[in-house]
Structures are given as C-alpha cells and as structure tokens.
C-alpha cells in the first residue's frame, strides 16, 4: 500500500461519511473512526521495513537499549494524536486535550531510563 492508495481511501471514506451523516450523523462518526483506525493499520503495516532499518542501526551503535523506548514512544504518539483528532472530530475537544497529555506523560514515563543513564554517566564524569 502507497501514499496514493491511502489517499484514495481517504477521500471515499470521506465522501461516505458525509453522505452517511445526512441520514444517520452517529454512524457517520462511527465510520469516520473505523477509516482512521483502518488508516493507521495500514501506516504500522508501511512503517516495518523503517523501524527494522533502525534496529539494525541501533544494535550496529550499540545503542540497542535505547530502540524500545523510541518505538514505545513513537507508537505512543501516533496513537494518541490519532485519538486526539477522531475525538475532536466527535466534537469532543476536552477529551482529545486529556488524551494528548495522557500521551505526554507516558512518553515521559518512558524515557525514565534515559534520564537515569544519563545521570549516572554525569555523576561518573563528576
């Protein structure tokens, strides 16, 4: 799958939603959130080859320790800004605002051992 086909898949969902929101709006939302959901399966399905070359990467640095936590907080990210957009389009602004700082924390969490090595590595130097 391409830029292209996710495109095209884009625009025929959102032709279908609006045409649906005419008769039902709550099945609308529903099939909005079900084209997204379907959207980012289809990005995590394009991005493998990339989060493989960055292993390869990683370990090849040796800095294989560190790749989980930037694949945890990429994932993080990616889900949570996409809960935060099919929230805002359910015009539900109060909770996307919830869900985004629900993300930032966790990435937050997950960077704890970064923090940690590299304070052990300073009080080393000192």
Do not use: H, W
């Not at 939302?29 to 990683?58: D, H, K, N, R």
């Not at 109060?94 to 051992?113: R, W």
């Amino acid at each position: 799958m391409n830029a292209v086909t996710i495109c095209a898949f884009a625009v025929a969902a959102v032709c279908a939603v609006r045409l649906l929101r005419q008769f039902k709006n709550d099945m609308g939302t529903l099939l909005a959130a079900s084209a997204g959901i379907v959207m980012i399966a289809a990005l995590t399905v394009m991005l493998t080859p990339l989060i493989e070359y960055i292993g390869t990467l990683s370990r090849q640095a040796g800095l294989e320790s560190y790749f989980p936590i930037l694949l945890k907080s990429l994932g993080t990210a990616m889900i949570c800004s996409a809960t935060c957009d099919i929230c805002k389009d359910c015009g539900e602004a109060g909770i996307a605002s919830k869900v985004e700082l629900a993300g930032k924390v966790c990435i937050l969490l997950y960077s704890l051992p970064i923090v940690r090595g590299l304070a052990e590595m300073a009080s080393e130097l000192l």
